[in-house]
């Protein structure tokens, strides 16, 4: 019997249909950040959200930037003070062919295995954020206060790199302070396994463009004497790994650690389910860098991937044609130390050694990078959290890496001093970024409940 608890909880379960309503709301704007036609909608999206804070009793307003508003928020006085992070924007919705209904018109759809909201943004972000922001509504609509002090702080350009984050948290840097962030936007192992996540990948973006000729040639007339860039961009990229899937950009390994043994065995328990993984995207085997395990290479190992390759004639039929230009898109996810300002170094360095006479390579310079983030799991904090998640799951919470990347963690404590604590309740099959997106209803349910457990404990820790 938790007095203070029980009641929070039973009333997370009785409001649960008006509490639905408002995510529907919510998932009906269509707040694509990187699409500038729906800057419009970015500012709905947050001023629905300065709307829905008030609505609890906090003190809430929109913050313009140069790009899409932040919403800022603040309740509660006393306890400790924690700052939840989540953002509103989302991924574009093409190819819109392969979306089975509306992506900005949600609704419920049954499944053998339970109720799922479908949606854009149902799973990253905004069904996620709101199970936050739910269960401090129950504890208030239940104490009409909350056991600690809670800022919000939500972004709008998550999905579009961000550019506005860091002046931002630079400008506001008093009314950022709190003892603790807290971040909904990840995943858990498997289906039902409550996860706190220990260790993010960091990122480098980088894009070229290889130019041979001058303009785009005659395959008949140029065919033979010609530079084609299409053909050297393939062998630079083919020599971006070698047969074992390592990458071969010098140094790219630097400040790379090996998974402790003890981790290791604990990752080993942790219920993740390599076949279905595999399977469920049509793979028979892992095909990532040998001598590591799937979750290891999607975990603790950097990758260098192609994200976009082309040039040439893409229309239908034929054109015999040597184009003039080739373009390559790479993203890498990075772990431990790895520096992305140095890895940008050589990995440019790799590509130019390789060019051959006449070809010229121009890079994308409006680029970033942010560097792997690792949890600092031995507050007290991450133990509070991981008792509430078990009670809640029935089943024992676990330590999780997490293969994405959610730069602003690291943020936190670079330009805040402040560490994050990541729990979320994705599962890994929520087709995030892709067509037909869905969060399931069990998970959102469960996961405002979670926090409510969360508020709880960590008010008490
Ligand atoms: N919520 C995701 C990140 C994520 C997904 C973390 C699943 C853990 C599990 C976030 O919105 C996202 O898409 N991040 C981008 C960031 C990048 C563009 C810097 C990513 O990971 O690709
Ligand atoms: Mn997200
Ligand atoms: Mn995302």
Not at 123 to 128: L, R
Not at 185 to 203: H, K
Not at 227 to 236: A, Q
Not at 346 to 372: C, F, I, M, Y
């Amino acid at each position: 019997m938790n007095t203070r608890l029980d009641p929070v909880l039973s009333r997370i379960d009785s409001d649960l249909d008006a509490t639905l309503d408002r995510l529907m709301d919510l998932l009906r704007i269509p707040s694509i950040s990187t699409d500038p036609a729906h800057k419009a909608d970015c500012l709905k999206a947050a001023e629905w959200l300065v709307e829905d804070l008030k609505s609890l009793g906090a003190e809430a307003e929109l913050c313009e930037t140069p790009g899409h508003p932040m919403v800022y928020g603040k309740i509660g006085s006393g306890g400790p003070h924690l700052l939840f992070y989540g953002h509103y924007d989302v991924q574009p919705v093409d190819p819109l062919d392969l979306w089975d209904h509306d992506p900005f018109a949600p609704f419920i759809e049954e499944r053998e295995t339970g109720k799922v909201i479908r949606g854009r943004g149902a799973s990253d972000d905004k069904g996620q954020l709101m199970t936050f922001v739910e269960a401090c509504r129950a504890w208030i609509a239940e104490h009409g206060t909350l056991p600690c002090t809670i800022t919000f702080f939500f972004e709008g350009e998550e999905e579009s790199g961000s550019p506005s984050l860091i002046p931002f948290m630079e400008a506001n840097k008093d009314r950022l302070s709190a003892d603790l962030a807290l971040i909904c936007d990840t995943s858990m192992v498997a289906p039902g396994v409550p996860s706190i996540c220990s260790q993010l990948r960091g990122m480098l973006k980088d894009e070229f463009t290889l130019t041979g000729p001058v303009m785009d040639l005659h395959s008949g007339h140029y065919g033979g004497p010609a530079l084609n860039p299409l053909r050297e961009i393939s062998k630079i990229v083919a020599s971006f790994h070698d047969d074992q899937g390592r990458v071969t950009v010098k140094d790219f390994y630097e400040g790379v650690q090996e998974v402790p043994a003890d981790i290791l065995e604990q990752w080993k328990g942790c219920g993740f389910d390599e076949e279905e993984y595999l399977s469920g995207v049509g793979m028979t085997e892992s095909h990532g860098e040998a001598g590591y395990s799937t979750l290891e290479q999607q975990w603790s190992r950097p990758t260098l991937e192609i994200n976009g390759m082309w040039g040439g004639y893409q229309g239908p039929g034929t054109k015999t044609v040597i184009p003039s230009e080739a373009h390559c898109k790479i993203t890498c996810r990075l772990v431990g130390t790895q520096d992305p300002d140095a890895i940008r170094e050589n990995l440019r360095a790799h590509v130019e050694s390789r060019l051959p006479v006449d070809a010229k390579v121009t890079w994308n310079q409006d680029l970033d990078g942010s560097p792997a983030a690792v949890m600092n799991t031995a507050r007290p904090e991450f133990e509070a959290a991981r008792q509430a998640l078990s009670a809640e799951w029935d089943r024992e919470a676990v330590f999780a890496g997490m293969g994405g990347s959610i730069p602003i963690a690291g943020f936190f404590t670079t330009i805040l001093g402040l560490d994050s604590m990541l729990v979320g309740y994705a599962d890994d099959d929520d087709r995030i970024h892709s067509p037909n997106e869905k969060y399931g209803l069990k998970n959102f349910h469960k996961g405002i409940r979670s926090w409510a457990r969360i508020l709880d404990a960590v008010s008490k820790a």
